[in-house]
């Protein structure tokens, strides 16, 4: 019986939210917002129970080979550090301010930085492994959009730079138009999983 | 926008979902009577298919990553996409030595994700089997998600990976890592950024809306096909409007 019931309970929910948008219905509107709210509160409780996963897996693979995972144990330091400064002065003190802006945003920035690396590298083999028309589409535009950025020696070229140029024309014909057409299909996409997940013929949980 | 204008839009915008979900009921009704095959070729999802037969012959894992967008909004339906991708592909490779690991971001999408590796044991009668490390967080910001994704994909086997989710352009690091050690990577994503990366570090990127037909490729039950084929119809109907609407304009008739 359990998979009936979730699956009966998520469709109920579902359409009522849904409704409560297209609807002007002041109970179905205040049960839309009610249920809004039990979902943000349910997705905050589901960020402990994800940060408690994290540490369990850590906790697992340092107890299980120690001199294998050094990292592991680094990440169980830094919660429990980062845990009684947060928990013992504030999220928003001193002290927990310094280690998001000395600690938290260089290591980000380091993958950044690292991600552009791996960027560049990606460009040059998809040159090498994937040779073709689009390939050189995608590769000539990348290219000519970050060399025409920004004015070369503080002049910008006519034709190429600034309102009217090159760039500008593919920034704002070209790409918008292709984003848009790929976020229909995104939208339609999104409304067909909603409508498959409304009338249960998806359940992304264990039914 | 003033009130009428506001219901006209909101009744356009319900008679547009009624339409579709009339059209999904539609197809899914007469592919029972006879067979849907999806009208599109998407060679993306042959390689996957060869990828999980590839991993479970050899005993190597598939990693399954549905990055850190929640289950709100619209980055939701991505994560809900790629924890059906993980309920399909955990079927199928569960009977393997090495079962699939699926990464998330985010504590609702790691709950969702080892309920469906559980259910997929369950299924094969294997409970015993299941272990919550293999639905598990990697990090909850985007590129801790990625940091922590990588010692999976260096260190447990992975044979394949499959990235389908909300992630931005840290995929980068993801799919590198899978390329690095010989992997197939697949990847699909509903962010704008998270595609041009996949599609220039990856043979296999989803772009757009071939992402969300990965159901109607992987096992093909009518309602998926039939949910593809309302898309398309709405596609070239959503085309023609927007083609109508700009020649009316361009002509001063509205």
């Known amino acids: 019986m359990k ?134 589409v995608f590769i000539t535009t990348v290219l000519m959009m970050l060399i025409l950025a920004v004015p070369w020696f503080g002049v910008a070229i006519p034709g190429l730079q600034g309102p009217g140029g090159i760039r500008s024309f593919i920034a704002e014909i070209p790409a918008v138009a292709g984003a848009r057409g790929i976020l229909i299909g995104i939208g339609l996409g999104t409304i067909a999983t909603g409508l498959r997940v409304l009338i249960g013929a998806d359940r992304p949980y264990g039914g | 926008m003033n009130l009428p204008a506001v219901i006209s839009v909101k009744l356009a915008g319900l008679l547009f979902v009624l339409i579709f979900l009339g059209l999904i009921i539609g197809f899914t009704l007469r592919g029972r009577v006879r067979t849907l095959v999806p009208r599109r070729k998407i060679l993306a999802f042959n390689r996957l298919r060869d990828a999980i037969g590839l991993g479970v012959e050899s005993g190597s894992r598939l990693h399954i990553s549905i990055g850190w967008g929640g289950l709100l909004g619209i980055p939701g339906i991505g994560s809900l996409i790629g924890l059906s991708i993980a309920k399909r592909v955990a079927k199928i490779a569960s009977i393997s030595d090495k079962p699939p690991i699926i990464t998330s971001g985010e504590g609702a999408t790691a709950v969702l994700s080892r309920d469906t590796m559980q259910t997929a044991f369950r299924e094969l009668n294997q409970e015993d089997k299941f272990d919550t490390g293999l639905g598990r967080t990697s990090g909850v910001t985007p590129f801790s998600y990625a940091a922590g994704t990588l010692p999976v994909i260096y260190d447990e086997t992975v044979s394949a990976t499959i990235v389908g989710g909300h992630l931005g352009s840290e995929v980068g690091l993801i799919t590198d890592a899978t390329q690095r050690t010989g992997g197939v990577s697949l990847t699909g994503s509903d962010n704008l950024p998270a595609q041009a990366v996949m599609f220039g570090t990856t043979h296999e990127a989803l772009i757009g809306e071939d992402y969300y037909a990965v159901d109607a490729f992987l096992d093909g039950e009518p309602v998926h096909i039939a949910s593809l084929q309302a898309q398309d119809i709405l596609r070239w109907m959503l085309t023609g409007g927007i083609l109508i609407g700009a020649l009316l304009k361009f002509t001063g008739l509205i």
Request: no cysteine; proline share 4%.
């Open chain 1, 3 to 136: 998979v009936p019931i979730s699956t009966a309970i998520a469709m109920a929910f579902g359409l009522i939210v849904l409704m409560g948008y297209f609807i002007d219905i002041p109970i179905l509107i205040t049960l839309r917002d009610i249920f809004v709210r039990w979902a943000v509160l349910l997705m905050t409780v589901a960020v402990i129970i994800g940060i408690v996963n994290l540490v369990n897996v850590h906790w697992n693979k340092f107890t299980k080979d120690p001199g294998e995972n050094p990292y592991s144990i680094i990440l169980l330091v830094a919660f429990g550090l980062t845990l009684i400064v947060a928990g013992f002065f504030g999220p928003t003190s001193e002290w927990s301010l310094w280690i998001f802006n000395h600690i938290q945003m260089p290591v980000e920035q380091s993958l950044m930085a690292i991600l552009v690396v791996v960027l560049i590298y990606s460009a040059a083999r998809m040159f090498k492994d994937r040779f073709n028309l689009i390939s050189v």
